[in-house]
Nanobody
Framework: QGQLVESGGGLVQAGGSLRLSCAASGRKFTSYAMGWFRQAPGKEREFVAAISSTDRNTYYADSVKGRFTISRDTAKNIMYLRMDSLVPEDSANYYC?????????????????WGQGTQVTVSS
């Protein structure tokens, strides 16, 4: 069985930065596309960013474009989300996900494996 474990969440002031990590184990996640989604209380889980297995293609939600950067370290089997210029609207539980295809998509229904999430809270 594959497992995804997020870390790096926390409380940060508006304008600050955080780096989330997603450690993958148990499967060949290096061959899979991966993504980050987030869910705030009372809201649907929404797409944040995604990266193809080859790292050639990255995708971002309009709301985070220019502020967030997704990357992955294939040797360590870890995916990252660097978040800069955080705003209170970025507060949510952030989930990493993986799909059993090389190309990423923006749709949460396309992802097969999910982590438990890490909480990000941005204070104003």
């Amino acid at each position: 069985q594959g497992q995804l474990v997020e870390s790096g969440g926390g409380l940060v002031q508006a304008g600050g930065s955080l780096r989330l990590s997603c450690a993958a184990s148990g499967r060949k996640f290096t061959s899979y596309a991966m993504g980050w989604f987030r869910q705030a209380p009372g809201k649907e889980r929404e797409f944040v960013a995604a990266i193809s297995s080859t790292d050639r293609n990255t995708y971002y939600a309009d709301s985070v474009k220019g502020r967030f950067t997704i990357s992955r370290d294939t040797a360590k089997n870890i995916m990252y989300l660097r978040m800069d210029s955080l705003v209170p609207e970025d507060s949510a539980n952030y989930y990493c996900a993986s799909r059993v295809w090389s190309e990423a998509t923006l749709e949460k229904r396309d992802y097969d494996y999910w982590g438990q999430g890490t909480q990000v809270t941005v204070s104003s």
